[in-house]
Every structure is written in C-alpha cells, then in structure tokens.
C-alpha cells in the first residue's frame, strides 16, 4: 500500500503493516511518502510511526483492533464482489443497548436484520450469533468484515435464507481463579486455560439469546440457532457449542481451531441434533501451521465426517489470519444454515 | 483536558484544541505529557502534531468531523445526565442504505427508533429530520450529539413523546452555476448563495421522506414530520422548511441562524400550518456576535412572535458553536415537538 503524510519536523516515518515497518521518504515540502511490500487481497490494520510515536494515519477510516481504533486499508481483491455494496435490497444493523443482569451492566451489540425484516410483522427468522476476534468488538463483523453487505448479496441471489445476525461483544478479561495465573502473567497448562469462556457463555445464555428473543421475530429454538466466531470467537463458538449442543445447531469455526471427536464424547445429543460443523483457515496458516489449538483442524473434521456428522471444510485462498478469510467463511458458512 | 503520548524521538509535539495549540513535555521516558486550559463542559474535536503532522491521538475515540474522523474528548458537564447512557428503556439505532434517485447512487443514513417500537406492529410515530453541521456527516447526531440517549431519558420521564428521528448526510458540494463562483472561488454576494442548499433539499424530498415513510410506521403527514439541525443543517432546515410549510410543522435552529419575517413573507401557508420555530444559541456566540447571516436572531425571532408564530429561542449557558449547546438545544426542543 501506498501512504503519505505531511511532517515537516519529523526525523523518521515508518509505515506498519502486516508486523513489518517501512521507511517513508521526506521530499521537499515536507511530505512524507512511501509504500509497503504488496499485501493481501482484502483489510489491513496499519499505523504509523513518526518519530517514535504510533499513531493512525490521519486520512484513513478507522476500525476497532488490536483493543484500540486504528488505521485500515482495503486492498482490491479479485472477489470483492462478494462483499460489495449493491443495488440490491438492504438489510439493517442496528446498534443496540441493553442490561445484562449476569454483568450489572449495559451493554451493546448489533443486530443485522435481513430486507424486508419490517414489511410482514408475521415472519420470524433464524438467528446466527457471530462473534469476532481478540482485540475487536461488536463492530468488527459489520466494518471489517462487510457482513450485512456479504448477507444482502447473497440473499438477493437467492444463496442463503434471510437470517437475523447477532454480533455482540466477547471480550473477556481471564478469570484469574480459572486460570490459576497471577495478574499479568501467562497461566501454566494448555491453553485458552479451562473456564477462560465462562463469562461469555453466561452472557449469551442468559443475557443475549433471552434479549434477542424478547425484541426481535426469531425462530427461538435450537434447529434455528446457529454460532460462529473468527480466532477468539471460534475459540469460543468452539466452547459454547459442545457444551450446549440443545441451543445451537450450526457452528462455524473461523481461524479458531477446530473441534475433535474426543470433544463431543461426553456432550449428550450433541451428534443427534448439531446439524453441521463448518471450519476454515486461511491458506497461509495451514502453509505456515498458525492452526492455533487442538490438533490439526482438517483431520479433526473429517473424524467427526467419519462420527456421521456433517461437516464442511474451507481454506481461503492466499490468504492469512486476516479479514479476507473471514468474509469468505462467512461466504461460504451461510448459504449452509438452516438447509434441514 | 490532560493528554501524553509516548514520541521518544520527536522534537516537538503539541495538543491542538478549540484552536489552541498548547506544547507538551517530554519525559525521561520519551513521554510527552501535557494539558490545555480549562475547557467548555461537553464534547470537543481535538488532535495532535507531532513535529509538524496533525494526527489523532491514538488513545481516543473517533468522530467524522472537520470533514475527517479524528479525536473527541468529553469533558464531564454539571448537566451530563440528560446525555448518560441510563438503565431506562432504549431505542435503536439503525444503519440504512438506501438508493437515492435523485443522485444515483446509493446513500447511508441512522435512524432512531424509540424505544418499544418493535412491539406494537399497529402503531405509528412522528419524524424529526435532524442534521449534522458542516464538516460533518450522519454520524453525528448520534455520538458526539447522543441524541438517542437524550431521546431515551426523556421519554422514560414521560417529558417527549416517543419519535423517530432520522440522521441522513447534508454535506453537499456547491453548486458552481447556482454560486457564479469558479471552482476554488468563494462566490460574491450573500452567503451562503441562493441555490446552495437545492441539492440537498431534492435529496429530503424526494428521497429520503418517501424511503422513510415506506419502510418505518411514520405518521407521514406534515402535522407529524419536524426538520432541525445545527450551523450549517440550521441553514439547510431554514431553507428547506421555509420553501415546503406543507412539509415540515416543527423548526430548530441550532447555532444556524433564523427565520426573518421577510424570509416567510411570500411563504404561503407558513404562518397558518407551521406550529413551531425553535431558535438557539450557546451563550458564547450571542457574546462574541457569532449567529452567521440573516441578522439577530433573538430579534428576529421576536418578531415572528409578534406577528403571532409560536416560538422558543433558547440560549445553552457557556458554550460557544460546540456540540453541548446542540446537545441542550435538542433537550430543549424535542418535549416541544407534537404537541398539538
């Protein structure tokens, strides 16, 4: 990407992106200018440096990450049609406030209703609880990830049902008692360490879901519930869904890990009524093994294949743990949901 | 407000606030820490240079304003209560896209919604058009302005009635034929030029009315359809509801000047159909003589009154052309609004 900025005063400027610095030139008035090694196809994070300060670049959008707003750039991609804002009908996001009784306190998502949600206040809808990743918020599946554009299009093609999407916020601090770890410091054992999901879960069990079912037309029963999650929040869709397998019955796991046969053994029903597991990486972790935890993802799903569940798997091409696989799992995960 | 920044290489870095630029001290650690005088209550834009680059501050929230997201800073205000975010019922919030006509292209704008409007399929709310100011965009009215949380306290005290309020983008480029003026000309003559505003007003007319009273359960007549704004949404309301008194019943002008008995003079139905102009000012501006064109706008506004319009004129004690006297001046008027 290229990228300039005025700093008359400055002695170095860097441009960061994809964990690499470059240096900026100064040219005569001050302005200075430069570009990055090419990037994925699809969004970026970046910031830059100047002088020793990181900071975003004053001319670009902003997007919740790295647990603060910062910089992003969308680089052209050869199927950015998927995602592209159409003339097409629209569906709504909706920012919402409640109060979360499990947390004392009020919180916010953002509900995407399908077109034409408002015009038969007769029909109900099945519901996807979609969550993103460590260090995003309840806006990222909406800005960086373009779900509502990605869900218009697809329901204007006829390629996926009309669905109610909820994007709330799982951002959890690590419950020390769980973890067993001092405050600041890595716990000992596997990790995520046991317990790490269970403020959330208690949040989307007895919070989300009741609020989503009181205030909106859903489908509120587990055939017409589904999960799914990007890094952190398929470690958690992994999480929630094995335990509760009479809440969801779809579940996608994006660059999140995966879910083993050794997982379900114990959880009761959950073979019998999980109607599908969809898991994805982008090419580039499974090349480089960035496949996080549990065991490799692709043998695992197709020992649950073999278990008799139904599963798909998808590798995102040339892509990495970036938003550009996420989209084009979302792509894929939702024509599958609510088939049966 | 406080602020630092850690720059270790930088030579010279400085808060920029209310058009002050105040230097910051480097610490031993590279540190640069530093504060401004004492500010208005409420929400003020602000950056950072760092050795000659105006930049956000990174550890801020970001506003559209100044025609580019950039930082705020909320100074906590003695009246801050009518804004808080409060356990009370709330409204949504709705992202809309929707194709313009007139402009051809497709359009963003938000919608409140008030609480309780999901619930009861039968019933049908009035309209506030409500506007950003230059520089702006549609996000405006609902962060820095909080209208939906200024909306959701006073109807849980029962002192407004529940209303939609729909926040669309008035930033429009200046006619060059309507100005007279070349392109990076400032016209000659009255400003803002005749014709400055028609853009925009197509737009209200001709699409966004009818796309919000076909897709919400609006009261869709002019007895139930207000227009507000601030500075430059102020001017485009005047203009606007001025020209089309069959349209709009309920005026605010925010820090955007007045309606003058000469501007209704040939303004058929105005006096007969129009129900109210609200007029407001932060104390400030009244002070330093900063209420834009058209003359006083107390005075003015006294004269309408005279001349037998109902009136409010509204002064925001001890702030100047800033969002907390917009914040008041919406507290001020929304109770007024459809009560006849």
Not at 161 to 188: F, H, L, Q, Y
């Amino acid at each position: 990407m290229h990228v300039q900025i005025s700093a008359p005063g400055a002695n170095k400027v860097q441009l960061d992106i994809s964990a690499v610095k470059y240096d900026l030139i100064k040219d005569d008035k001050g302005v200075w200018i430069g570009e990055s090694a090419p990037q994925d196809e699809g969004f970026h994070y970046y910031q830059l440096w100047i002088d020793g300060a990181a900071v975003p670049d004053p001319g670009s959008l902003y997007y919740y990450g790295a647990s603060r707003w910062g910089s992003g750039i969308e680089i052209p991609a050869k199927d950015q049609d998927f995602y592209a804002l159409k003339n097409v009908p629209h569906g709504q996001v909706r920012e919402l406030i409640y109060f979360s009784k499990s947390n004392n306190n009020n919180r916010r998502c953002f509900v995407y209703t399908p077109p034409g949600y408002d015009k038969d206040s007769q029909k109900h809808f099945p519901v996807l609880y979609l969550q993103h990743g460590g260090g995003e918020d309840e806006t990222g599946w909406s800005r960086q990830g373009r779900a509502n554009f990605i869900m218009d299009n697809l329901i204007a093609e006829g390629k996926a049902k009309p669905i109610i999407i909820v994007m709330d916020n799982g951002t959890w601090r690590m419950p020390d008692r769980a973890s067993g770890a001092k405050p600041g410091e890595c716990p000992a054992g596997p990790w995520p360490p046991k317990g790490w999901a269970d403020g959330f879960t208690k949040t989307m069990l007895e919070d989300i879901i009741p609020m989503i079912d009181a205030n909106y037309r859903t489908l509120a029963d587990q055939k017409h519930r589904a999960m799914a999650g990007l890094s952190m929040g398929g470690m958690q869709t992994r999480v929630i869904t094995v335990d509760n397998p009479d809440v969801f019955s779809y579940v996608g796991i994006f660059s999140g890990g995966s879910i083993s046969i050794e997982d379900i053994k114990d959880a009761r029903g959950f073979k019998e009524n999980v109607k599908l597991i969809f898991v994805s990486y982008g090419s580039r972790e499974l090349e480089n093994r960035r496949t996080g935890f549990g065991g490799d993802p692709k043998e695992n799903t197709e020992k649950l294949k073999d278990a008799g569940i139904k599963t798909h798997f998808y590798i995102s091409p040339q892509t990495a743990h970036e938003w550009q696989s996420w989209r084009r799992s979302l792509h894929e995960f939702a024509p599958l949901l609510f088939k049966d």
